[in-house]
């Protein structure tokens, strides 16, 4: 599992959602519908990191996903970009590739 953002994906994340020094970028899952989980969807919203599964900071922001809402990106990558024509961002999912450590304690 893995998450990318384009350049493009981020300076619409510096230019449209305002944050404080203590709070980063969480993705999180609310109801809505999406290609890999009817009835879900992946959003963005602005929030201080309480439990988070994964973290990461890309241009001074954090972002990050809550441990309770990993289970939508398990087994998937995630791939966020800016779409000119919407003025808004696009997640698209892929199925992620094993990596070989992960494959052999599956097995075990």
Same mark, same amino acid.
């Given at each position: 599992?893995?998450?990318?953002? *384009?350049?493009?994906?981020?300076?619409?994340?510096?230019?449209?959602?305002?944050?404080?020094?203590?709070? $980063?970028?969480?993705?999180?899952?609310?109801?809505?519908? *999406?290609?890999? #989980?009817? $009835? +879900?969807? +992946?959003?963005?919203?602005?929030?201080?990191?309480?439990?988070?599964?994964? #973290?990461?900071?890309?241009?001074?922001?954090?972002?990050?996903?809550? #441990? $309770?809402?990993?289970?939508?990106?398990?087994?998937?990558?995630? #791939?966020?970009?800016?779409? *000119?024509?919407?003025?808004?961002?696009? +997640?698209?999912?892929?199925?992620?590739?094993?990596?070989?450590?992960? *494959?052999?304690?599956?097995?075990?």
């Amino acid at each position: 599992m893995a998450i990318s953002m *384009s350049e493009n994906a981020i300076d619409w994340v510096l230019r449209e959602l305002h944050r404080s020094q203590t709070e $980063g970028i969480r993705f999180v899952v609310r109801y809505g519908d *999406s290609q890999i #989980h009817p $009835g +879900f969807s +992946f959003a963005m919203a602005v929030a201080a990191p309480l439990d988070p599964a994964i #973290h990461w900071v890309q241009q001074g922001i954090t972002f990050f996903v809550e #441990h $309770g809402d990993l289970w939508y990106i398990e087994g998937y990558d995630l #791939h966020v970009h800016y779409d *000119s024509t919407l003025d808004d961002l696009t +997640f698209s999912f892929t199925p992620a590739i094993p990596l070989p450590s992960e *494959s052999l304690n599956k097995n075990r």
